[in-house]
């Protein structure tokens, strides 16, 4: 069918007596729209959609700032692409703009392996973790990320120890403190107790030993506050750690185990792979049934 192009605009007199192009108006995205003449002048009628859109960026840039997520326009534009992938297919009909927007940048942040969990997200914007959980799992749904690797694998706890150690505040042994709770966390991990737990109570138990071992006199509700965990759950952690390996040497020992542990990882990382040993070469003869079979020298019989 011909499309017909033309230069002149001509107005027809709607249904509710107003007046209305003839013809589409295509945007710089390639979004056609139709347009119209109401009493505020010449508009669009997908300015309530060019305004939706504006407004997902307004919160994606208000949450990115509260949270103090960097790279801010790297991440704000790749979550801002998400929004309007998800407004496409009229996903914020129904649902508020801020928890839509803190979906977009929750999966930006797991993707770019950034230290900010779903709790982070619900106290930024005030609302409940669940509400804000459910509208994520739609989202990744409706973008089919369910079984992306990227949200299926467990998140490694050793990302959020900088960001709960500073709000512990440290001082000049932040470095110290940071490495002997990424030593923790390492060992955790080795003794499977990552495996079905969430990221904030093992970086609670970490933080709250390493603390205590360099002289900190740090409780465990400071902790609690900071990683956003219950007592029950730190306790938990606390206590099954002890009952590790590790958990029973020294502040000594469990240096020295760790770094000999790294020690050993970096050889195996930096030697070069061994070629396999060549195989003997056994002399064979052919059976009656024509399939290769060992000469009868060297069975020893």
């Known amino acids: 069918?011909?499309?017909?192009?033309?230069?002149?605009?001509?107005?027809?007199?709607?249904?509710d007596g107003g007046s209305?192009?003839?013809?589409?108006?295509?945007?710089?995205?390639?979004?056609?729209?139709?347009?119209?003449?109401?009493?505020?002048?010449?508009?669009?009628?997908?300015?309530?959609?060019?305004?939706?859109?504006?407004?997902g960026r307004i919160?994606?840039?208000?949450?990115?700032?509260?949270?103090?997520i960097r790279p801010r326009d790297d991440l704000v534009e790749a979550a801002h692409r998400l929004y309007r992938l998800a407004l496409q297919h009229n996903f914020t009909r129904g649902r508020r703009t801020n928890q839509v927007a803190a979906s977009c940048m929750y999966i930006v942040c797991r993707e770019e392996n950034r230290p900010y969990m779903m709790i982070d997200?619900?106290?930024?914007l005030?609302?409940?973790?669940?509400?804000?959980?459910?509208?994520?799992?739609?989202?990744?749904?409706?973008?089919?990320?369910?079984?992306?690797?990227?949200?299926?694998?467990?998140?490694?706890?050793?990302?959020?120890?900088?960001?709960?150690?500073?709000?512990?505040?440290?001082g000049k042994k932040m470095h110290t403190v940071v490495n002997t709770a990424i030593r923790l966390v390492a060992s955790m991990k080795?003794?499977?107790?990552?495996?079905?737990?969430?990221?904030?109570?093992?970086?609670?138990?970490?933080?709250?030993?390493?603390?205590?071992?360099?002289?900190?006199?740090?409780?465990?509700?400071?902790?609690?506050?900071?990683?956003h965990?219950?007592?029950?759950?730190?306790?938990a952690r606390i206590n099954e750690f002890a009952q590790t390996q590790s958990g029973s040497l020294t502040i000594d020992e469990f240096n020295n185990h760790a770094l000999k542990l790294k020690e050993e990882q970096d050889m195996l990382t930096l030697k070069p792979p061994?070629?396999?040993?060549?195989a003997l070469a056994m002399p064979v003869k052919k059976g009656v049934a024509g399939e290769a079979g060992a000469v009868e020298g060297e069975r020893g019989e």
């Open 190 to 227: 080795r003794d499977w107790m990552q495996t079905g737990r969430r990221p904030a109570g093992i970086c609670g138990a970490a933080l709250f030993i390493a603390s205590h071992i360099h002289g900190f006199g740090h409780s465990k509700r400071d902790v609690m506050r900071v990683v």
């Open 126 to 170: 005030q609302v409940n973790m669940f509400t804000l959980g459910v509208v994520f799992l739609q989202l990744c749904n409706l973008l089919r990320l369910q079984d992306h690797p990227v949200l299926t694998r467990p998140v490694d706890p050793s990302l959020y120890i900088h960001r709960f150690a500073d709000r512990l505040k440290f």
């Open 59 to 68: 919160e994606i840039q208000y949450i990115a700032d509260t949270l103090n």
């Open 20 to 55: 209305e192009a003839v013809g589409t108006f295509v945007s710089d995205t390639g979004t056609i729209r139709g347009l119209s003449l109401n009493a505020q002048g010449y508009g669009s009628q997908g300015d309530s959609h060019e305004r939706t859109v504006s407004k």
């Open 229 to 235: 965990i219950g007592d029950h759950t730190l306790e």
């Open 1 to 15: 069918e011909d499309v017909a192009f033309s230069s002149d605009v001509t107005f027809l007199k709607g249904a």
């Open 121 to 124: 997200f619900s106290d930024a």
């Open 274 to 278: 061994q070629k396999a040993p060549k």
